[in-house]
């Protein structure tokens, strides 16, 4: 992957000039990619996130796991500011860095987040296009045409993806005839053809068997050396299979945060290990 | 009375009785809608076929489609009841100069054809539905993505909702009252494209906006975690999918409205033109011109000039022709729509 300049979704270039030190510090300690710091988050008038300081490292699958409305998503969709298309929605407090950059300050173009930022929704939403243009859709847009860049790009995300030996006959065909499984994996494809360096993924198994839900835990896998991935899960035993890092949220709260397999067999907090072992929640 | 013989046996009951009752009204309540229906459509049918269709080869009556109206000329010669329309009356006077002299009856409009009408209400319609489109779907547009959902906005969809309530001929004189006078069009194409865009505005920005909000919330923010700016969502991945359902409905409206003689007798219809709209001077006369057009050609024809046999060919033929050209652009929203839904399905 290619090394960008670390406020490259900043609208000025004046910000490009104060590049953390992380980003040039050794990697034996693991870098950290996202920082976030005191954040409270409001729907309205209601409260969604209270006060989270959390940071993902760099090249690492970071799992959110938590009963439903304990805000993992919603702290999700702040790290690529999807809940700026929610009317009334604000971050009154904190901050939230990427590559120590503020992404909710004044100058930051949310185009230029986005494009370093990807995600994957809980309802797999392939465009009603073929699977070819599902996948060059983000590249379009930013202005990449050559018909040869572009065939190279399909064939390699499609395959980062794990789907190009089932789709490779059928590119020009609608990405919507494909399964339920095949459908997220697209979506993780055209996410991936754009080369963010995060991938958000927002209960990405919540609607597939647990045939379909192998696959992608394999692809998450395949994804981790590339990518820094963040996943909201209700599953347990997925964010277990395949994370490095657990947060887990209870009621707008971060409870616990720690490496996986301390989350799972010796968390410190009795709420998390009442969690995790499955006797509320 | 014979005893029940098993558990299920039916029963005669007042409620049974009321039922029989209610439905045969109901029954007769859709026949007699679908008897009153057919029998004007046929009944124009019939008659206008007769005016439109020929026995012989080529089987369509081309004149009556092909010419301008002209006035039907009846008087006696040698014996022999003849009709003729006016130009042929002047070519059979001018060969048998006696013929001045006959004493003739005559009907305006009841000889010749109505290719004019047919040609103002084709440039109406197009004219028309290309300002309601490009008026409407913006409108939709920006109620539908851009605007915040306040008091004003709520303000604005109410008011375009009564818009279509107003009678047509309101829309009629505020054409005539804005665009006619206060911006000086005099009676003409563009005018009457306004009004009657105006007319249609309240089916095409409540069409689109349904359209816009059946697309899935998914396709805007797949989209858009991609890096689109919200323009670029929209008009690769939302209009494509709304747009069968914005021309359907779109174009069904445009429909109706071109059956109106009430927004155009005021704006941009002629009782009569000799001229075709395409012999101008100069290109920029096409858009101040007046028509002749269909709807206000049939109310002309049905109106101001007496009811009989000679008069009745044009009256039906008018009206026939004006049936077909409906039930074709209904056609052709139709097969528009099925021509994109199978583009873009989902």
């Known amino acids: 992957m ?20 992380s980003r040039l510090s050794p990697a034996v300690t693991p870098e950290v990619l996202v920082a976030i ?40 969709r702040c790290l690529n500011r999807m809940n700026d298309l929610i009317e009334g929605t604000r971050l009154s407090r904190g901050t939230i860095k990427i590559h120590g950059v503020d992404i909710y300050q004044r100058d930051v173009d949310v185009i230029e987040l986005r494009k370093r930022v990807g995600m994957v929704f ?41 789907l190009w030996d089932e789709v490779k006959d059928r590119l020009h065909t609608s990405g919507l005839g494909l399964s339920g499984g095949q459908q997220q994996r697209l979506c993780i494809a055209r996410a991936i053809a754009v080369e963010p360096e ?46 490095d890092r657990t947060a887990f949220f209870y009621l707008g709260k971060l409870v616990e945060y720690a490496d996986t397999r301390d989350i799972f067999t010796n968390p410190t907090n009795p709420q998390t290990e009442a969690y995790v072992s499955g006797r509320f929640g | 009375m014979n005893p029940a013989t098993h558990l299920f046996q039916a029963k005669v009951s007042g409620a049974r009785r009321h039922e029989k009752w209610v ?62 329309g006016d130009r042929e009356f002047r070519a059979f006077k001018a060969a048998h100069p006696a013929a001045a002299q006959v004493p003739t009856e005559s009907y305006v409009y009841s000889a010749g054809g109505i290719f004019p009408c047919i040609v103002g209400t ?36 109410l008011a375009i909702l009564n818009l279509a309530g107003v009678p047509s001929i309101v829309f009629g004189l505020f054409g005539f009252g804005m665009f006619v006078i206060f911006f000086g069009w005099n009676v003409s194409l563009l005018a009457g494209w306004f009004t009657l865009a105006f007319m249609v505005l309240p089916v095409v920005i409540t069409a689109s906006e349904e359209s816009l909000k059946a697309v ?33 409905s779109s174009v069904l409206g445009i429909a109706r409205v071109a059956g109106e003689t009430a927004p155009i007798m005021f704006t941009a219809a002629y009782v009569v033109r000799d001229k075709l709209p395409w012999e101008v001077d100069h290109w920029s006369d096409f858009f101040f011109q007046g028509v002749m057009a269909l709807p206000y050609h049939i109310y002309v024809v049905s109106s101001k ?42």
Not at chain 2, 56 to 77: D, G, H, K, R
């Open chain 2, 216 to 248: 899935p919330k998914g396709f805007r923010e797949g989209s858009l975690a991609l890096g689109a700016t919200k323009w670029q969502t929209i008009r690769k991945n939302v209009l494509p999918y709304a747009l069968p359902g914005i021309l359907t």
């Open chain 1, 122 to 162: 809980q309802k797999s939403n392939p465009f009603p296009k073929s699977i070819y243009e599902n996948i060059t859709y983000g590249l379009l847009l930013h202005g990449r045409h050559e018909k040869k860049h572009l065939d190279e790009i399909v064939e390699r995300s499609l395959r980062g993806a794990a």
């Open chain 1, 198 to 243: 995060v991938i958000l993924m927002d209960e990405p198994c919540s609607a597939l068997d647990p045939v379909a839900t192998a696959k992608v835990e394999e692809l998450i896998q395949d994804l981790r050396s590339r990518y820094t991935i963040i996943i909201v899960t209700h599953n347990m035993q997925q964010a277990a299979r395949c994370s």
């Open chain 2, 23 to 84: 439905f045969a009204l109901f029954r007769f309540a859709t026949y007699f809608v679908l008897f009153c229906g057919l029998g004007v459509f046929l009944n124009i049918v019939a008659k206008g076929s007769r005016t439109v269709f020929k026995a012989e080869a080529p089987f369509v009556n081309i004149a009556f489609l092909t010419q301008a109206p002209e006035s039907l000329y009846l008087f006696e010669w040698e014996g022999q009841k003849r009709e003729m």
């Open chain 1, 2 to 21: 290619t090394t960008r300049p670390p406020s490259a979704f900043a609208r000025s270039s004046a910000l490009s000039a104060n590049s953390p030190a």
């Open chain 2, 122 to 157: 084709v440039l109406l319609v197009l004219g028309s539905m290309v300002i309601a489109l490009s008026l409407g779907v913006s409108a939709a547009i920006f109620l539908i993505e851009y605007a915040d959902d306040g008091p004003f906005i709520r303000f604005v969809r």
């Open chain 1, 37 to 76: 710091d005191h954040v409270d988050f409001f729907y309205g008038a209601t409260q969604a996130l209270n006060d989270i300081c959390l940071q993902v490292e760099a090249k690492r699958v970071t799992a959110f796991i938590g009963p439903s409305g304990c805000g993992k998503s919603t702290l999700l």
């Open chain 2, 305 to 346: 000039i007496p009811q009989n046999e000679y008069t009745e060919r044009v009256q039906y033929g008018t009206a026939f022709v004006f049936l077909i050209i409906v039930a074709l652009i209904a056609t052709l929203s139709i097969v528009l729509r099925n021509n994109l839904r199978d583009r873009y399905k989902w």
